[in-house]
């Protein structure tokens, strides 16, 4: 199973949500450091809306899914861009 699939399976789970992507950035970032060649999957965006972040702050939203996806990102995850909505709330996608 891939790492993006699991951060996808992660996120339903815990969300819920309406709309959801998991876009792999990896291939942006190679060269950034030595050890980051753009072929695996170390950097990840997250695009989530969800009932569940109704009434949350920004700060809050973030933290929640960073703290699921804590083991992903023990585990190799370089970077983690997070884009949380409640619905009806505008999006960039």
Known sequence: MTLR???????VEAFAPERLSVVDESHLHA???P???GTG??????RIVS??????????????ITDLLKPELD???HALA???AAPNE???W
Not at 41 to 46: A, F, G, Q
Not at 52 to 63: D, E, N, Q, V, Y
Request: glycine fraction near 8%.
């Open 5 to 11: 699939t699991r951060i996808e399976e992660k996120l």
């Open 31 to 33: 060269g950034h450091q």
């Open 35 to 37: 050890d980051i060649t």
């Open 41 to 46: 999957e170390t950097h990840m965006r997250v």
């Open 51 to 64: 009932a569940k972040f109704a009434g949350m702050s920004r700060l809050a939203r973030h933290r929640a």
């Open 75 to 77: 585990a190799g995850l």
């Open 82 to 84: 997070v884009e949380p």
């Open 90 to 92: 505008p999006t960039r």
